[in-house]
């Protein structure tokens, strides 16, 4: 069966300092893998998604990029946290055209 | 790139009312599902629509994918406290990328 991994579950990083957020899915190939953010209260958005390795499509222009080096490793980084960039963190995989499925998430606080 | 309205954003309901959320996109979008998170938590699929009209039931949950596809409603019967949490509606498009909604926060009262 798939499952999907994503770590930390909590993270509190100081602003300016450097973030890496992982996530591997297992039990299946070439998924479609996502990363979004779901600020306190609200709903989620889409931050990127890729189809394959190397190709990562960027939905919002911020202080964040992501990279897949294999084909079920999706990453999350910024070089330079901001308070802003705090929030819940949730990568997600499907196989196009299905529905997708979460990790547990990724508390992220910057102070 | 493409948004979807989701309402409300909140319901206080007693237990054992019925509920009822929805949301509309100005797009199309080939599949419609609905999530439920819990606090801490990912979003956990609940139901998946494929077809254009489609009503399908899941337990006390029903959901239907609206005739222009580009809408999409969730009914919760007789809710229950474990019912609590935040609903997202999402749509996938053909570029295989899926959009979510706002989502509604549920409360039930016991």
């Known amino acids: 069966s798939q499952t999907i991994h994503q770590w930390p579950a909590t993270l509190v990083q100081p602003v300016g300092s450097p973030l890496s957020l992982e996530c591997t899915v297992e039990g299946t190939s070439n998924p479609n893998l996502y990363w979004y953010r779901q600020a306190a209260g609200r709903g989620l958005q889409l931050l990127f998604y890729s189809v394959g390795i190397g190709q990562i499509s960027s939905e919002v222009p911020q202080n964040l990029s992501a990279s897949r080096p294999q084909d079920r490793q999706f990453i999350l980084s910024s070089k330079k946290l901001l308070l802003s960039d705090s929030g819940f963190y949730l990568c997600a995989w499907d196989t196009g055209g299905t529905e997708a499925f979460f990790g547990q998430g990724t508390r992220l606080t910057v102070v | 790139g493409q948004q979807l309205n989701q309402s409300p954003q909140s319901m206080f309901i007693q237990e054992g009312e019925d509920v009822s959320m929805n949301c509309t996109s100005s797009?199309?979008?080939?599949?419609w599902l609905w999530y439920k998170q819990d606090p801490g938590e990912g979003p956990v699929l609940l139901i998946a629509?494929?077809?254009?009209?489609e009503l399908t039931s899941n337990g006390r949950l029903t959901a239907q994918f609206g005739i222009t596809r580009k809408d999409s409603f969730l009914n919760i019967s007789a809710s229950i406290p474990s019912d609590v949490g935040i609903y997202f509606c999402?749509?996938?498009?053909?570029?295989?990328?899926?959009?979510f909604g706002a989502g509604t926060r549920l409360t039930v009262k016991p």
């Open positions: 797009s199309i979008f080939n599949t």
């Open positions: 999402a749509g996938q498009s053909s570029h295989n990328d899926m959009r």
């Open positions: 629509l494929y077809k254009a009209g």
